[in-house]
């Protein structure tokens, strides 16, 4: 069955510096990938995905997440923090059979000034 | 173009009561999702609708509780009798065409339950 794992549920960044965000998918099948954030008491917004089109995405918000498939993997990076990225992350994958998402832990990313 | 729409935003309820939350998705949108979502963890797909009929409910507890979307527009899920371990928040999502795997899902705001 598919599955993600979202490594640390919490991460902390100075305003101004990289965010990384880590994802790891398990699927049988090639998969189709999202990153999603939620702001507080408001439902998830899709910030991108991946569709097989190509490795590196970009997304709103300045965020982009690169595929790789031999790391399974699907982090989610953004150069420079802003304070309005204050929010939680939620990796998403969809694929085997079932068309509904299967979602993630969920990392809540605090912005520091 | 007007969001995903559900009510009410928040519901106390005592354990043993029932409930009921609403959902209005895009117009034009064939596919509904309802989602469950604990604290602490990510949404878990209870049911999906293609226009009215069931696509998936394989995860849904069939036992307390059950959702209809009779006109192929609106939802309703329904809990019946209401568990302390159902508190939650309900996330009602759509998407455009068949549901396919790529397709993006909109989400409402949710509706926060507290079982009591």
């Known amino acids: 069955a598919q599955s993600v794992t979202q490594l640390g549920s919490h991460v902390s960044v100075s305003e101004g510096a990289l965010v990384l965000l880590r994802c790891n998918y398990s699927?049988?099948?090639?998969?189709?990938l999202f990153w999603y954030v939620q702001y507080p008491n408001q439902g998830l917004q899709l910030l991108l995905k991946?569709?097989?089109?190509?490795?590196l995405v970009k997304g709103i918000n300045g965020f982009e997440a690169e595929f790789k498939k031999s790391e399974t993997s699907f982090h989610l990076t953004k150069p420079s923090a802003h304070m309005s990225d204050a929010a939680e992350y939620f990796c998403?994958?969809?694929?085997?059979?079932?068309?509904?998402?299967?979602f993630g832990s969920g990392t809540r990313l605090q912005v520091q000034p | 173009e007007a969001g995903v729409a559900q009510s009410p935003r928040y519901k106390i309820i005592e354990k043993r009561q029932s409930v009921a939350f609403w959902c209005n998705p895009i117009?034009?949108?064939?596919?509904l999702y309802w989602y469950q979502q604990i604290l602490g963890q990510g949404p878990k797909l209870l049911i999906q609708?293609?226009?009215?009929?069931?696509?998936?409910d394989s995860q849904l507890p069939k036992d307390r509780f059950s959702a209809e979307r009779l006109k192929g527009v609106d939802s309703t899920l329904k809990i019946q009798p209401a568990k302390l371990e159902d508190s939650a928040v309900y996330l009602c999502?759509?998407?455009?065409?068949?549901?396919?795997?790529?397709?993006?899902?909109?989400f409402g705001p949710g509706t926060r339950l507290l079982v009591l």
């Open positions: 609708f293609q226009n009215n009929g069931v696509v998936d």
């Open positions: 998403a994958v969809s694929g085997e059979g079932r068309r509904a998402l299967t």
């Open positions: 117009s034009g949108h064939a596919t």
């Open positions: 999502a759509s998407s455009l065409i068949s549901g396919a795997n790529q397709e993006t899902q909109y």
């Open positions: 699927s049988s099948v090639p998969p189709y």
């Open positions: 991946y569709t097989s089109a190509a490795t």
